[in-house]
């Protein structure tokens, strides 16, 4: 089992014959008070890893674009004995330079022995199938964001991956506005059901939204989609994509998650002065620290948008 | 008989609205039960514990505040500073748009208590000892311990207590600024701490706008409840 931090290519893993594990997926629903902390993300699956709580046999970790508190997490894991290899996004998007990030990764997985980009690209499209349905208020934001995020690790297996797919059931969902959750994924596992309840139906997860948008058929195609992951890049690009996205999901309204430590709080202006400042679209920003259900004062704020934008924002 | 009822994390406020005025009433939060006893009427609750409270209709003290304060400014106003007890929310009018910060004491109430106890005050002083400084000694932190450790240095410097604390407000005034839109020009303040005048003044100079602090800051919101309700009756 292959750990891994944040966006790591899943097809080239299972390629080389290992199942992944997004890390990340234990953190939401965890109790573990992490010593050394800056993000509570990063803090809490190392605190897992090293006591053992998460079996895994190698680490990749995402040091370069994305995640930076991730990197030294990744190297105390490594001192404690764990073989882990550091995965860079090349900022300007280099096709080639991702690559040769992706032979690396293989190369430190053992070599590619079964090619399984076909049908990861194959149970991508699926998703994407569930993420339309969401969109048009057939599956609730809740179930829709499970599948997107779980595009990362595809849940260890892609037999898993597909029955879960396979059991999402088409449903009415009621709702007054249509919210794009931009940043990091919450850490807050009710999120989304909160929203709902508030009349905001999540139809963008920015991030998840990107676990199951790259594929390719080889390493190549691979490398080509990967290389424009947005979140990796200069951030030119994440405002070009982001308001495209936003007009096609037929948006209202934004919500910028971000995480207490964590280098992307830093571009909450930049996205508030595009988005908002220049295309108008509502916006608030929501910072979390430790996982729990959402907090009042987040509630707060929640109901306190829904209820501006009722009163025609 | 209409009861704005607004709980919030230190003091419970009640607007009873009769139809030919208001009466207030504020108790601790704990103690928010006493504002109910012997009054029958239809109650909408705002503040933190609104769910947690009897209440007919709920709303959010961003939307009361904003009727509250129509109901006690007849002035223009761009923006409302509400300073609560363990939040501050910076709410713009003209754009519909709220700021808030919950994530630390910085700029809260909670802040200029903890700064009162310091000196072994009762928070209502404060404005007091400002009044008497001759100058703001410098002081840039809002955080409750790096705060301490610089009213500590100026003390040692020479600076005297209500120096001290007038420099406390205006570093309380900066940090509330910050959250501020550029563009207003008139500006109100809301909550228990709008009674300090030395914070209000520190935020007039800080921010060179007009600041207006209504006749009674600290149930704004309990009125503003009555009046969203009022305002919505002819939609229900």
């Not at chain 1, 699926?126 to 339309?132: C, D, G, V």
């Not at chain 1, 919210?179 to 909160?194: M, N, Q, S």
């Not at chain 1, 139906?201 to 594929?215: A, G, L, Q, T």
């Not at chain 2, 400002?130 to 000694?137: E, G, P, S």
Request: proline share 3%.
């Amino acid at each position: 089992m292959i750990g891994i931090t944040a966006l790591v290519p899943a097809e080239v893993i299972y390629s080389c014959g290992e199942a992944a594990l997004d890390l990340n997926n234990f953190v939401p629903n965890s109790k573990l008070e992490p010593e050394e902390k800056l993000c509570a993300w990063t803090a809490i699956w190392r605190e897992l890893v090293l006591r053992g709580k998460v079996k895994i046999d190698k680490l990749v970790v995402v040091a370069g674009g994305d995640c930076y508190n991730a990197l030294v997490e990744g190297e105390k894991v490594e001192l404690a004995g764990k073989p882990t290899h550091y995965f860079t996004y090349p900022f300007d998007r280099d096709s080639k330079v991702m690559q040769e990030e992706l032979n690396a990764l293989a190369e430190f997985l053992g070599g590619i022995k079964e090619e399984a980009f076909d049908e990861v690209a194959e149970l991508k499209k699926l998703a994407l199938e569930i993420h339309e349905m969401r969109c048009n208020g057939e599956v609730s934001a809740e179930k829709g964001f499970l599948i997107e995020v779980s595009g990362s690790d595809l849940m260890g297996s892609l037999e898993k991956y597909r029955s879960a797919i396979e059991e999402v059931r088409e449903e009415e969902v009621d709702y007054e506005y249509r919210v794009a959750l931009l940043g990091i994924p919450p850490i807050y596992p009710d999120f989304h059901a909160f929203l709902q309840e508030v009349g905001m139906h999540v139809v963008f997860d920015e991030m998840p939204f990107e676990f199951i948008r790259h594929s390719g058929k080889n390493l190549k195609e691979v490398a080509r989609s990967y290389a424009n992951y947005t979140f990796a890049g200069h951030i030119k690009h994440r405002l070009r994509f982001l308001e495209s996205q936003l007009r096609r999901h037929r948006v209202d309204a934004v919500i910028h998650f971000q995480q207490f430590a964590c280098h992307h709080k830093l571009e909450d202006r930049l996205l508030r002065d595009y988005l908002y400042e220049k295309l108008g679209y509502p916006y608030m920003t929501i910072e979390a620290d430790l996982p729990s259900p959402t907090p009042q004062q987040a509630r707060l704020r929640l109901e306190a948008f829904a209820e501006r934008l009722r009163e025609v924002w | 008989m209409l009861i704005g009822l607004d709980v919030g994390s230190r003091a419970a406020k009640a607007a009873y609205y009769s139809g030919d005025g208001y009466e207030f009433r504020i108790v601790s939060s704990q103690n928010w039960e006493d504002l109910l006893r012997d009054k029958e009427g239809v109650v909408v609750s705002t503040g933190y514990f609104r769910k947690r409270v009897p209440h007919d209709f709920n709303v959010t003290e961003i939307t009361t505040a904003i009727y509250g304060v129509r109901r006690f400014i007849k002035r223009k106003v761009d923006v409302i500073i509400d300073i609560g007890g363990q939040d501050t929310k910076v709410i713009d009018i003209a754009r519909n748009d709220f700021r808030m910060n919950d994530k630390c004491s910085a700029g809260t109430g909670t802040f200029l208590e903890y700064i009162a106890s310091y000196f072994a005050l009762d928070v209502a002083e404060l404005a007091k000892l400002h009044r008497l400084a001759k100058c703001a000694a410098p002081i840039n932190s809002t955080c409750s311990v790096f705060a301490q450790s610089e009213i500590v240095s100026r003390l040692v410097e020479g600076y005297t207590k209500e120096e001290v604390i007038k420099g406390v407000h205006h570093a309380f005034a900066k940090r509330i600024a910050q959250m501020v839109p550029k563009r207003a020009r008139s500006v109100a303040v809301i909550g228990g701490t709008a009674k300090n005048r030395g914070v209000v003044e520190a935020l007039g100079k800080e921010l060179g706008v007009r600041v207006f602090v209504p006749e009674e800051p600290q149930v704004v919101n309990a009125v503003g409840a009555v009046e969203y309700y009022l305002a919505r009756e002819g939609e229900r």
